[in-house]
C-alpha cells in the first residue's frame, strides 16, 4: 500500500524545508566557525525541523528568519573573501527553503490553479535576486575608493530591488 501523492509531496517539501536549512546553517559556519555562528545555526535549524514537522507557519517563519541571522552574523563576524562567496551561496538556499516552506504548507491541499504565470517570470525575480547578490559581494571584495557614483550606483540598486519586491508581492 503506497502513501497518497499529497502525502509525498509534503513530505518531500518538509525534507527540502530541513536540508535548506541545513546547507544555509553549514555553508554559513564553515570554514572557521565561532560560537555564536554555531549556536545561531543549531538553533535555525532546530526551527526548521519544527517547521517541517508541524507545519506551523509562525515555526517556518522563525526559521527563516534564524536562517537569515546565522548567515548575516556569520558574515559580521568574518570579512574574509571566501564569506562573500557563502553569501551570495546561502541566498538560492534561503529561497529555495521559502519555497519549500509554502510548499510544503500547500502539497497535497484540493486547490485549483486557474492561470499560472510561465516559468520565466516566476524565477525571474528571484534569479535577479540571486545575480544582484553576486554583483554586491564581488564589489564588496573588492577594494574600492568611496566616491559619489558608486554610492549612487548603490541607491539606484537598492531603490529596483525594493520595486521588484514589491512588484512580485502584489502579483
Known amino acids: 500500500m503506497s502513501a497518497p501523492p499529497g502525502r509525498t509531496a509534503r513530505a518531500l517539501w ?3 524545508v530541513v536540508f535548506s536549512a541545513g546547507l544555509c546553517a553549514l555553508v554559513s559556519a564553515l570554514p572557521d566557525p565561532s560560537r555564536p555562528v ?3 545555526a543549531a538553533v535555525s535549524l532546530l526551527a ?6 508541524s507545519g506551523w507557519q509562525p515555526a517556518g517563519d522563525a526559521a527563516v528568519g534564524l536562517v537569515s541571522v546565522t548567515i548575516l552574523l556569520a558574515a559580521a563576524l568574518d570579512g574574509s573573501g571566501p564569506r562573500a562567496v557563502a553569501v551570495v551561496v546561502t541566498g538560492p538556499l534561503v529561497l529555495l527553503l521559502l519555497a519549500a516552506l509554502d510548499r510544503g504548507a500547500t502539497a497535497g491541499r484540493d486547490e485549483v490553479t486557474m492561470l499560472r504565470a510561465p516559468a520565466v517570470s516566476r524565477l525571474a525575480p528571484a534569479g535577479a535576486a540571486t545575480g544582484s547578490a553576486a554583483l554586491v559581494a564581488v564589489t564588496a571584495a573588492q577594494h574600492v575608493v568611496p566616491s559619489v557614483r558608486l554610492v549612487l550606483v548603490g541607491l539606484a540598486a537598492a ?4 520595486v521588484v519586491a514589491a512588484r512580485a508581492h502584489r502579483n
Open 14 to 16: 518538509r525534507v527540502t
Open 38 to 40: 554555531l549556536v545561531a
Open 48 to 53: 526548521a525541523v519544527v517547521a517541517a514537522s
Open 159 to 162: 531603490v529596483t530591488a525594493l
